[in-house]
């Protein structure tokens, strides 16, 4: 069976489950109409399914790789580019002054999510140029939007974001890479950035880099770090790419996964650059790039979440062993069933998660409201950790499902999990969503949270009265969860920083068994069943997670790192 987008469980979250059609009811998504989102999902699916899904495996045994100072990419991969590119995929939520069709960031999600499970490895360009369209359209000087952003959302020109060197990854303040005035309003920029994800590739007119970068004279740590956009090619009077730049791929990385996107290491040698945002604003200006990205990277767990669920029901399906049920297939035996509808359950929770993030951004940006804002700042770490956890819990039950053929590379199985690992990895690491929402995201006191877990609980007492048993457990949880809040908001940080991911993943917990129980309520067939297993048996997995959460740092540092090396 190949690789099918869920464009129905996608549209069905949307309309049922997450309120998309609050979105739709706003002046700035009047277009979003209900014809107009079946016909984007439809599109979309045609595209990842057709044209994307086929370079899956092609870019696993074929890798990017760099051939005289060029990049040269995997087979199919230039054809599925442009096809993404002339669909206008890459400017789906872009502001339409540039060329965008300044859609909502919900209908985005549920592209990324699409072609994730496509094609991960060629998704990640499509992404990258998203985020740095919407970094330069809220940061940039009208000269610079007015030249980049039409060829960056129409595909001409392609996105990278440079932030890591060997010696500052997450710590990003500790980077060196210089920029020097050159007194024309452009900067010398100089160092070595390392991780950055498609740095190059032959079949893209221009590389437009925003790299992070220190003036002379500035401040220690984030404070003294400014954004600058180093194209590949310097635009000549006319806006075409005009001389190379003084910039080069030093090398590819060999990683565990994704071999068809080249992951470079890039060498900046006095290379010109343009500020964009204020002089050492550069980290404000990043994060509205890394923002995009975090829940894009979410999105791409569950995307490979969903293939290898896909792939695993196949064979599931297919393989004939032992004696249970009629059918004789594995799919009947009770441990392999519990795997697949736990991971039907995860990923269902997971999107729902995702696409309501989503659809708090969206409501933000067309209402101005402050609550939906606070709210999407809070659902972001919560997408992006539950997303990619699912993306790596499932993609490894997928191998386990297929027993010993898994193990084996030629069942492709194996490529999912090699493929998602990395997405905890992306954007900040998952504990450091974590410790960004028990910190940052709660630096009004919980409050945001308070008030989602307030319509978790009102809709847990509305499906009483049809659902009273699913409906206590919700309820249950969510106020559990809502004390452990309050005792979280109370600590100092070191102890929030040491529950901080069982919290996460706790949070996760209690909104998918909501999500669940709302769509429980809407069908009464297999989505109904499907809630039942979740909040029956996946939801109670939020008390131990609590616990852990509420001995804070207590005996974290008892053992010193040499007490930890016993033998």
Request: include cysteine.
């Amino acid at each position: 069976m190949p690789y099918t987008s869920p464009t129905t469980d996608i549209r069905f979250i949307l309309d049922r489950v997450v309120g998309f059609e609050d979105v739709a009811a706003t002046e700035r998504f009047a277009e979003a109409t209900p014809d107009t989102v079946e016909a984007i999902l439809t599109e979309a699916a045609k595209l990842c399914d057709q044209v994307l899904a086929p370079l899956n495996r092609a870019g696993d045994t074929s890798p990017a790789r760099l051939e005289n100072g060029v990049v040269r990419t995997s087979p199919g991969f230039e054809e599925g580019f442009r096809a993404i590119a002339e669909g206008g995929w890459i400017g789906l939520t872009a502001a339409p002054d540039h060329g965008g069709m300044g859609l909502p960031v919900a209908l985005g999600t549920a592209l990324n999510d699409m072609m994730s499970g496509a094609c991960l490895a060629l998704q990640l360009n499509p992404l990258l140029t998203q985020g740095q369209i919407e970094a330069l359209e809220a940061h940039a000087s009208p000269e610079i939007k007015a030249l980049y952003l039409p060829k960056l959302t129409s595909g001409t020109w392609s996105g990278t974001m440079n932030l890591t060197e060997p010696q500052a990854g997450s710590d990003v303040g500790a980077l060196r890479t210089k920029a020097e005035p050159t007194g024309d309003g452009t900067y010398a920029i100089s160092g070595q950035k390392i991780y950055i994800t498609w740095g190059d590739a032959d079949f893209i007119e221009n590389i437009c880099h925003l790299v992070l970068a220190r003036l002379p004279d500035a401040a220690p740590g984030t404070r003294g770090i400014s954004l600058f956009l180093v194209p590949k090619f310097l635009p000549d009077e006319a806006g075409n790419p005009g001389r190379r730049n003084d910039l080069r791929v030093v090398s590819l990385e060999h990683k565990l996964g994704l071999h068809g996107s080249p992951t470079a290491v890039m060498e900046y040698d006095g290379a010109t650059g343009w500020m964009v945002g204020s002089e050492n604003g550069g980290m404000a200006a990043m994060f509205t790039m890394m923002n995009n990205a975090r829940l894009g990277v979410g999105a791409q767990g569950i995307g490979v979440a969903e293939a290898a669920f896909q792939k695993a029901l196949e064979y599931a399906s297919d393989r004939r062993q032992g004696k249970a049920g009629g059918s004789g297939a594995i799919v009947e035996h009770a441990d392999v069933r519990r795997m697949l509808t736990a991971m039907k359950a995860d990923v269902f929770a997971a999107r729902a998660i995702a696409l309501a993030c989503a659809v708090a951004i969206d409501m933000g940006r067309a209402t101005g409201e402050a609550d939906w804002t606070a709210r999407a700042a809070l659902l972001t770490p919560i997408a992006k950790a539950f997303g990619t956890d699912t993306g790596i819990a499932v993609a490894e039950d997928a191998i386990q499902v297929h027993g010993g053929m898994g193990f084996i590379e030629e069942t492709g199985v194996a490529q999912y999990l090699r493929d998602v690992r990395v997405t905890s990895i992306y954007e900040g690491t998952n504990g450091i969503q974590a410790m960004d929402l028990v910190a940052r995201k709660m630096s009004d006191g919980g409050e945001a949270m308070f008030r989602l877990l307030d319509e978790v609980e009102t809709a847990a007492e509305a499906a009483r009265s049809e659902l009273p048993d699913l409906a206590h457990v919700v309820w249950s949880a969510a106020e559990t969860l809502r004390e452990s809040t309050e005792w979280l908001v109370a600590q100092p940080l070191d102890d929030r920083f040491a529950g901080a991911v069982p919290y996460l993943r706790a949070a996760a917990r209690v909104l998918g068994g909501h999500f669940h129980l709302k769509a429980a309520l809407v069908e009464n067939g297999p989505r109904r069943a499907l809630a039942r297993f979740y909040i029956t048996r996946l939801l109670p997995e939020h008390a131990a997670l609590l616990a852990q959460v509420s001995v804070g740092a207590d005996g974290l540092y008892d053992m010193s790192p040499e007490d930890l090396a016993f033998a």
